[in-house]
């Protein structure tokens, strides 16, 4: 499996470029917000990783390739799904990296540092995403489910920014009693089993209709 994990890593250098463009335009666009910005560059990189290695597998069979090696489909599966957090994680650290060297340089660019809930915003964006596309990507393939894709990035993109505006207005008589006895690390600890339970509920779902597949 670390084999699977490490050839997608290793197609991502086709986009290097285009992560780190995708972060200098996200953190010009969003210089007015704390943590859309950072939220927008993490989910952005890891919608164009998935899909670059959804569309070159596609284009060269891999799922033929592959179902023809004696490697089990649970682990072909599980793979996509690891692969999420390393695509997360290159997000924020050309996040990162564009940010320093905006201050490096002394660009006229306002820039934020990480926030917790700026964490918590990407990783539930990202899971949101990728647990709805996985199984509908495993079910009808990248062609027919790039639109599905399309639309969830634009609807959960511009839904985050909008629920997290809501929050913030509402905040001081909704949850804001709740987070207050709450420290960082339970806070971050909380999201992270939250995600891993969506995804394991769309692993579960990929899984069966991935081994009911005929290739």
Known sequence: M??????????????????????IIFVFAF???????????????????????????????????????PIRR???ILAKYISIWIYMFMGILSYIIVTNLIKAFGL?????PITVEAIMAAIISVVLINSI????????GYTKSRIISLILFISI????????????FHQNKM???????????????LTIALAFLILLCSYLLSLKIYQNKEF
């Open 157 to 168: 993109f511009f839904g985050i920014s909008t629920g997290m505006n809501a929050i913030g």
């Open 108 to 112: 006229p660019i306002k820039v934020f």
């Open 175 to 189: 949850i804001s009693e709740f987070f207050t006895n709450l420290s960082d690390i339970q806070i971050t600890s």
């Open 133 to 140: 596309y996985l199984p509908v990507f495993f079910k009808f």
């Open 74 to 76: 649970k682990k072909l």
């Open 31 to 69: 210089q007015s917000s704390e943590i859309f910005g950072f939220v927008a560059v993490v989910m952005a990189v890891t919608y164009t990783s998935m899909n670059t290695i959804a569309s070159i597998e596609d284009k060269n069979k891999a799922d033929v390739l592959l179902n023809s090696l």
């Open 2 to 23: 670390f084999n699977l994990i490490l050839k997608d890593i290793l197609l991502q250098k086709k986009i290097i470029a285009f992560i780190f463009l995708y972060a």
